[in-house]
């Protein structure tokens, strides 16, 4: 995060009046190992989202996380298969056509869309796979069997 960034969430903190309460559940809830509780304000979970950032840490409403745990608790439930990649079927088709080597406009032409969703759809799946560059998705596609070494 640039220094600028962490300035601005620090100074939202202090005019939101994160002093109080808000530092207090804070410390409580994360040495109880929640992000957040169901019953704090809309400010309170701002605040909290905005000190989660400044950790570098993710940021989940609880009832994300709730609705999560519930659809993946009724897929295995109900025998149907539970992705074991968090990548779409089209985001597994660009890793591939990259670990092949094509260029951002090859993989626009490939699957007619523009070079901007090849490059928005490759920087999705980084973060997904919280991966750096085309080489450490390379390595990734190899490892998974998308593509022969």
């Known amino acids: 995060m640039r220094d600028r960034d962490a300035e ?3 100074k939202v903190l202090r005019t939101a009046g994160a002093g109080s309460s808000a530092n207090a559940m804070a ?5 109880a190992g929640r ?4 019953s704090w304000s809309p400010a309170q979970t701002t605040i909290e ?3 989660a950032a400044m ?11 709730t609705a999560l745990i ?6 295995h439930q109900q025998g149907e298969p539970v992705p074991d990649t968090p990548l779409t079927p089209r985001e597994e088709e660009i890793v591939k ?3 092949e080597g094509h260029s951002s ?40 069997g998308l593509v022969e070494p």
């Open 8 to 10: 601005a969430i620090r």
């Open 27 to 31: 410390g409580s809830s994360s040495r």
């Open 35 to 38: 992000t957040a509780r169901p």
């Open 49 to 51: 989202a905005c000190r």
């Open 55 to 65: 950790r570098g840490e993710p940021f989940l409403y609880p009832g994300a996380i």
């Open 70 to 75: 519930r659809d993946y608790l009724q897929r």
């Open 97 to 99: 056509l990259i670990a």
């Open 105 to 144: 406009k090859d993989i626009a032409d490939i699957l007619v869309i523009s070079v901007k969703t090849v490059e928005r759809h490759r920087a999705n799946i980084l973060d997904k796979l919280g991966l750096r560059d085309r080489l450490e998705l390379t390595r990734h596609a190899i490892r998974a």
